[in-house]
C-alpha cells in the first residue's frame, strides 16, 4: 500500500534580503496555506497550495495571494517556484 500524497502542490517562496521582517506577509498565507520555513540563513518558504491542481497553476495562486496581502511583495520576495 502506497503513503498517501499530500493534496495539491508545492512552492517556495525565498525572501530576497534575509533582513527584512515578512512575519505579517507569512501570517496572512498561512491563514489559507500551510507554510514552513525551510532554510533559515537566507529565508525559503514551502507552501502547499491545496487547491492548486497544476505547478503552474499554484505558482500564479501564490502570486495573486501575495498580490492581495501586499502589492510590493516583489520587492520583498522573489517570484514563486514550483517544487517538483
Known sequence: MEPP?????LVELRLLE???DVGEVIEAIRERYDVQLVNQDGPVYRVN???AR?????VITLASRLDEIDMAWG???AWP???Y
Do not use: L, N, T
Not at 500524497?5 to 502542490?9: A, F, L, R, S, V
Not at 497544476?54 to 499554484?58: C, I, L, R, W
Open 5 to 9: 500524497q499530500p493534496k495539491g502542490c
Open 18 to 20: 534575509g533582513d527584512q
Open 81 to 83: 517556484k514550483a517544487i
Open 75 to 77: 520587492e520583498r520576495f
Open 49 to 51: 497550495i491545496d487547491d
Open 54 to 58: 497544476f505547478p503552474h497553476e499554484a
